[in-house]
């Protein structure tokens, strides 16, 4: 089972029926809202809206465990996160599409983490694996995250963008920054430099935390701006949400066409994570 975590209303595609929005307890808290129960074709869709709907949490409090527990507990082994960034590399313009192959973590108060040691919280589910296993006997697991988004996800991304006729970047380096403030030009040169593509504020720890879980994980960013110091003009929330909603139409038949070409089974390592994993 699929879910797709990102704005209000990506559920309202047409030939996606909602079936009921369902409200999930996790020993993490609360998510950031219900979680819309859909149907596509033979395919059940889960989404959540990421900052809740009418933009509630600003991406530092963001309850990001509770999300991608929640996702666990109604069956989800597939995340697609759907997310707004700005451009740092001069390539990549405004209503570009970038399905990102790497990032670099800049964030600085957010838990990573769902294995915290003798802090671990247990488990409120009856899966038998390694994720049990490990948070009910309290162990400490470190993840590999050399390549941190599963590549047939990528794979399946990057044909839904190429059939839709999509502007679109295959590979791209995410930044994740910490907000809600906006990057300094400072920041941005110093980006640039590093050779990172995007940047945004809540990539991670979805990405990781999802890992943890052995959920394969996908994402695709829209570039609504382009980063301080490589815009002339000052930057606004304003201008972000403009584009979104430029793109909205669009990034919505994207999402059908990766549902069309998502295969049933997946021949990657993604599900291997947590072995050896643990200490």
């Not at 295959?170 to 994740?176: H, S």
């Not at 050779?195 to 960013?221: C, Q, W, Y």
């Amino acid at each position: 089972m699929i879910g797709i975590i990102g704005g209000s209303g990506l559920y309202n595609i047409e030939g996606i029926k909602v079936l009921e929005e369902v409200k999930v307890e996790t020993p993490f808290g609360e998510p950031s809202d219900s979680y819309i129960v859909a149907e596509y074709k033979d395919k059940k869709v889960i989404f959540l809206p990421r900052h809740g709907r009418g933009h509630k949490f600003p991406p530092h409090l963001i309850n990001f465990r509770a999300n991608i527990w929640g996702f666990r507990k109604l069956g989800v082994n597939r995340i697609l996160s759907v997310s707004a960034v700005g451009g740092i590399n001069p390539n990549f313009n405004p209503g570009d599409f970038v399905i990102s192959d790497n990032f670099v973590d800049f964030t600085k108060s957010r838990i990573q983490t769902f294995y915290e040691g003798i802090y671990s919280k247990d488990s409120d589910t009856n899966y038998q694996d390694e994720v049990e296993e490990y948070l009910n006997t309290k162990r400490v697991v470190h993840i590999d995250v050399t390549e941190p988004f599963c590549p047939i996800m990528r794979e399946s991304l990057i044909k839904a963008c190429r059939e839709n006729g999509s502007k679109f970047h295959e590979k791209g380096v995410y930044v994740a920054t910490e907000g809600p403030r906006l990057e300094t030009k400072a920041e941005i040169k110093m980006f640039s430099n590093m050779g990172f593509d995007i940047v945004g504020m809540t990539l991670v720890p979805e990405v990781v935390l999802a890992r943890e879980l052995k959920i394969h994980f996908g994402s695709i960013s829209i570039v609504t701006n382009l980063a301080a110091g490589i815009s002339e003009n000052r930057l606004t929330s304003d201008e972000v949400v403009e584009m979104m909603h430029k793109k909205n139409e669009e990034i919505k038949q994207v999402i059908l066409k990766f549902l069309d070409i998502l295969p049933d089974n997946f021949n990657c390592q993604c599900e291997e994570v947590l072995k050896g994993a643990a200490i």
